[in-house]
Each structure stands twice: as C-alpha cells, then as structure tokens.
C-alpha cells in the first residue's frame, strides 16, 4: 500500500505568518490528494481536492500545489482561527490513506 | 440541508459484536460512495474502509486491520449505510465517522459528527 508522510508533525507561528505542510506519497498518485482541516473537538472538514481545488467555503488564504509524489498545503497568512491539526489523504484508490496529521499552533 | 447521523455506538466486551448505521439526507444516497474513518483517543484519522455505489458495483473495500472482521452494507431505500464490527479489539476503540463525497469526487466533503466506540472489559 501507498503510505503518505506529512511535515511537520507540528509547527509553532506567528498570525500573519505563511505556513507551509508538505504531504509525501511513496507511490505517485497524480492529483489524488485531499486536504483536512480539524480543529480542537470538531468533525474534519475538507479544505482542498484534487490536490489544488479551493472547497467551496474555504477562505483565500489556503491553496494546495503538487502532483505524483509531493504536495504542499500553504496558509498564506496564518489567523488564530486556524489553530488545527491538517491531515492529507490519497484518494486514487483504495486504501484512501492519510497522512498522520500536522498540529498547527500560534507562537 | 446535506446531513449524515451516525447511531449505534456504545461500550462492548472484547470479541464482541456492534452495528453503527448512518442515515443520510440532502443528497441522492444511492449515487453515494460512502466511507467509514475512524479517530482513536488523542490520535489521527484512519479510513477504515468504503462501499460503491450500487450502480458502480456495490463493492467494498477494506483497512487492513478490519479486513474480514468488519463488513459494510447499505440499504438506498432507507438511505442508510450500516458498519457490523466483530471480533472486536481495544485498539478499535474510536469515534467512528461516516463520510462521503457528496459534491465532489475522491475527497470527502460531508462528514457525520460520529460515534463513539469503546472495547473494554
């Protein structure tokens, strides 16, 4: 199976500052890859498909590059509101697995 | 408005037995893959596994560590997915989510607010 590791496990920074998580798939898997977004005792919420695609709702400052093997999800300016922990997921075939998740806080 | 409500979780013996059903709404659920992602305790996510539509098959698809000890079945006339657990294991202890991709494909943009299964004696 396709296994994807995410990077960092956990990042520290300042509001206004430009995040960046990267997703690494062992295999490629095209532009197969979503994004999550879970905050502290919520339900996971779908922030980008298909590697690049805004979901409908999601603010600006989230985009989403990448295809084959690498991808990253970048907060252009980091708010407190986005104090979560961001998983990515293969979706080009079963097993849809994800990666083990980024804890993102506010320095 | 697009809802998924899971039911049926709850504390069970080891080697025990327990059937989660999520009941859909706002969307044609027959037309649905749908999805099982569990969450242990202080942990990640982990697709568990999915069924096909009925029109793509039908078929399932499986997380390695459930394989052939979990089994998922969907009833379109009642819009309802169900998840049967046996042989159940601690380590299957999680809230346990029923999703799908309802406006898109090959993520998963609706999510069910879960249940909680716990395995203990």
């Known amino acids: 199976d396709i296994q994807m590791t995410q990077s960092p496990s956990s990042l520290s920074a300042s509001v206004g500052d430009r995040v960046t998580i990267t997703c690494r798939a062992s295999?490629?898997?095209?532009?197969?890859l979503a994004w999550y977004q879970q905050k502290p005792g919520t339900v996971p919420q779908l922030l980008i498909y298909?590697?690049?695609t805004l979901q409908s709702g999601v603010p600006s400052r989230f985009s989403g590059s990448g295809s084959g093997t690498d991808f990253t999800l970048t907060i252009s300016s980091l708010q407190p509101e986005d104090v979560a922990t961001y998983y990515c997921?293969?979706?080009?075939?079963?097993?849809?697995?994800f990666g083990q998740g980024t804890k993102v806080e506010i320095k | 408005e697009v809802q998924l409500v899971e039911s049926g979780g709850g504390l069970v013996k080891p080697g025990g037995s327990l059937r989660l059903s999520c009941t859909a709404s706002?969307?044609?659920?027959?037309?649905?893959?749908m999805n099982w992602v569990r969450q242990a305790p202080g942990k990640g996510l982990e697709w568990v596994g999915r069924?096909?539509?009925?029109?793509?098959?039908?078929?399932?698809d499986y997380a390695a560590p459930v394989k052939g000890r979990f089994t998922f079945s969907r009833d379109d006339s009642k819009n309802t997915l169900y998840l049967q657990m046996n042989s159940l294991k601690a380590e299957d202890t999680a809230v346990y989510y029923c999703?799908?991709?309802?406006?898109?494909?090959?993520?998963?943009?609706?999510w069910g607010q879960g249940t909680t299964v716990t395995v203990s004696s």
């Open positions: 298909a590697a690049s």
């Open positions: 999703t799908t991709g309802a406006w898109v494909y090959y993520a998963m943009d609706v």
């Open positions: 295999q490629g898997i095209s532009n197969y």
């Open positions: 706002g969307f044609t659920f027959s037309n649905a893959w």
């Open positions: 069924i096909k539509s009925k029109t793509d098959g039908g078929t399932t």
């Open positions: 997921q293969k979706s080009n075939s079963a097993p849809w697995t």
